[in-house]
């Protein structure tokens, strides 16, 4: 007798479940679906969920910019900016498949891209034939963020130097070759 | 290229079945222990790679689980000890490979943004890059799930394995059935094996159960490692048949700890709730040895987290120096409470359940807004259907309920515990996380109902099944009154 309740009782959940199942998967946030099917299963999924989710586009896009433009880089983050976090590291590491992360200090202030560029700089800032660049939205601590290459003379083995600029209350990264930076920009790297 | 994820599977399964038969499993158990008790063995000596100065490659701890399997085969072999369960693997891994076949033939896979961030990890272990700059994301991360995924970027099939999640599923399916089939056959025959089987289907119809079994991140994986611990040591203090020898049961379950340490930030917690269950009602070594397991799993992951914050001139996190502590005061605290009479043992899980609670209370004295948050949003996450679970997970709700409040069982303490914690542990970690729980499906204590369904299901169940619900005496009184 017992058994039979509990089979029965089982048996209602089974059939509450089932005439749920489509009415809960069509009332959910897309990305909280059960059942996703990906066209292309090939693809990496953070490959996808840039393609796909702008929330993913906000927190990687930056790294995975470095690590499709720059990979094997030397990245170096100004210690006091407020993306000098174990956080972007750890991306830059993960998916910006940087060489190294290490720290710096500039020996001056800078406000603006402009000045911290050299003549090829500008040139690379304002023509995408020689400079490979690439901006998107940021979201820890930064809210956008740049990637200024020098495609032409890109190696496998390239310095990146960060640059924090604030423009109308909000965090620009800027992540620059080192071959673009006027040489008049000093930077001692921490210990 | 996908072949190697499926002979990677093959391997695990491998694994874990030199290892279960050499501890005494047998049978359809064995089958269905195979493959976590394979990535159980590996995930442990991922921890032991962790905190000693070697490569973070997953493949080096697939190594050292492949080289274990290996000494316990030649000693197999040695003793002549080799029986007749070899049925077990072929099945175990004909159900793997054709399951790996369908997920690979049907690419369904869920992820959210925190699915990357595991993933970023596995990018880390992987390229041997793994830095201790991160230690506040790695401890709310931990180890397992990067460590998995790992695998696939280390063998290059991608950056994440794609049949893992489906495959950890099925093994709960069948573990639900054979746990209630076992439990159940000897008052009912073949009732036993339909309410197993009906187990089972209302587990695998649930919308949040398919979204979990394709979702990139650990909850499924706690949910089956969960109901492993609880199942095989329920079983070997009730003393039903299941398919192993008693203390079969106890190593296989002591096995796979640190891979639920591993698995999420209250893993230890949760792997010590299940032990003081264990000490309560089992003597000898076998708690004693769990418990040891669990302390000494728990204390290794968190002098990790304190070594490499110390190496890098961070201050360690509280969380980390307190479970350290916790892990290294388990083993004598085993010890004590083992040596205890037999009569106030008894009391060590209220006493146990009724500290969670007042360690809450404590919380919520200091600062009421975020339990107050918390518990709304979960209100509305389960009433109000925002969290996915719809009107079964409501009826759930209750049925747990009465299975807690309506029935005076104590032979089912292991499952009791790992349901009745549940509640004051979750809020007791939004306090942890310092914040509030949120409404949504995505929601961190929404997403960790998963680890206690399937457990919830087979108290439940077999609690209603062998028990007579206790009707309040003053109920009774007016049946007799007015009969």
Not at chain 2, 145 to 169: C, E, M, N, S
Not at chain 2, 239 to 255: K, M, N, Q
Not at chain 2, 386 to 412: H, K, N, S
Not at chain 2, 463 to 470: E, T, Y
């Amino acid at each position: 007798m017992r058994i039979g309740i509990v089979i029965a009782m089982l048996t209602v959940l089974i059939a509450s479940n089932l005439v749920e199942f489509y009415p809960i998967e069509t009332t959910r946030d897309p990305e909280m679906d059960a059942i996703r099917i990906h066209d292309a299963d090939d693809r990496d999924l953070l490959e996808v969920g840039l393609a796909e989710s702008s929330n993913v586009r906000r927190w990687f896009s930056s790294h995975a910019a470095v690590g499709a433009l720059a990979p094997d880089s030397t990245i170096l983050l100004p210690a006091d900016a407020p993306f000098a976090s174990p956080r972007i590291t750890s991306s830059l590491y993960g998916f910006g498949d940087a060489a190294d992360v290490r720290k710096i200090t500039f020996r001056e202030t800078y406000d603006t891209l402009d000045e911290v560029l050299n003549a090829a700089g500008r040139q690379a800032l304002a023509s995408e034939v020689v400079g490979s660049f690439a901006t998107g939205p940021g979201k820890t601590r930064f809210a956008q963020w740049i990637l200024l290459i020098d495609r032409l003379n890109a190696t496998s083995t390239d310095v990146l130097v960060g640059f924090s600029f604030e423009v109308d209350g909000e965090v620009i990264m800027a992540l620059v070759d080192q071959r673009l930076v006027s040489s008049s920009v000093g930077w001692d790297v921490d210990a | 290229m996908l072949m190697l994820e499926w002979l990677l599977v093959l391997c695990w399964i491998l694994i874990g079945f030199v290892i279960a038969r050499y501890v005494g499993v047998r049978g359809n158990l064995l089958a269905i222990v195979a493959l976590p008790v394979g990535v159980s063995v590996t995930l442990a000596f991922a921890l032991v790679q962790f905190v000693l100065p070697l490569p973070s490659w997953p493949l080096l701890a697939l190594l050292g689980a492949i080289v274990v399997a290996l000494l316990l085969l030649t000693l197999d072999v040695y003793r002549r000890t080799m029986s007749r369960e070899w049925r077990s693997l072929l099945l175990a891994s004909l159900v793997a490979s054709v399951a790996v076949a369908i997920q690979l033939w049907l690419p369904l896979r869920n992820w959210s943004t925190d699915s990357l961030y595991y993933l970023e990890f596995s990018t880390q272990l992987a390229t041997d890059n793994f830095s201790n700059g991160y230690l506040g994301e790695i401890e709310k991360r931990l180890l397992a799930v990067p460590v998995l995924h790992g695998f696939a970027i280390q063998l290059g099939v991608g950056d994440h394995l794609r049949t893992i999640g489906g495959l950890f599923a099925l093994c709960i399916l069948f573990l639900v059935w054979w746990l209630l089939r076992s439990r159940l056959r000897g008052s009912y025959r073949t009732a036993a094996d339909v309410a197993g089987v009906a187990a089972a289907l209302s587990l695998v119809t649930f919308n949040r159960f398919i979204f979990h079994t394709f979702y990139i991140n650990s909850h499924l994986f706690v949910a089956l490692i969960m109901l492993m611990i609880a199942g095989l040591l329920w079983a070997r203090i009730v003393g039903f048949e299941l398919g192993s020898s008693p203390d079969g049961l106890a190593i296989v379950a002591t096995l796979v700890v640190p891979a639920l340490v591993v698995s999420r930030a209250e893993g230890g917690l949760l792997a010590l709730i299940i032990g003081i269950g264990f000490l309560t009602q089992a003597s000898g070594r076998a708690p004693l040895v769990y418990m040891a397991t669990a302390g000494a799993s728990i204390a290794v992951w968190n002098f990790g987290m304190v070594l490499a914050a110390m190496s890098t001139d961070v201050e360690p996190s509280r969380s980390a120096l307190l479970m350290l502590a916790l892990g290294v005061a388990t083993i004598p605290a085993s010890v004590v409470i083992l040596r205890m009479p037999a009569a106030w043992r008894s009391f060590l899980p209220f006493v146990f359940e009724a500290s969670l609670w007042a360690f809450l209370l404590a919380m919520v004295i200091r600062d009421d807004e975020i339990l107050l948050k918390s518990a709304q949003a979960t209100f509305v996450n389960l009433a109000g259907f925002e969290g996915g679970w719809g009107v079964t997970g409501l009826i759930f709700v209750g049925l747990c309920v009465l299975a807690i409040a309506g029935y005076r069982c104590r032979e089912d303490l292991i499952l009791r515990l790992a349901v009745t914690t549940f509640v004051p542990l979750s809020f007791l970690l939004a306090y942890l996380r310092e914040g509030a729980y949120r409404v949504g499906d995505g929601d961190s204590l929404n997403r960790m109902w998963m680890h206690l369904l399937p457990i919830a299901l087979v108290f439940v169940v077999q609690r209603f099944a062998l028990n007579r619900l206790r009707v309040p005496t003053y109920l009774s009184q007016k049946v007799t009154n007015s009969a």
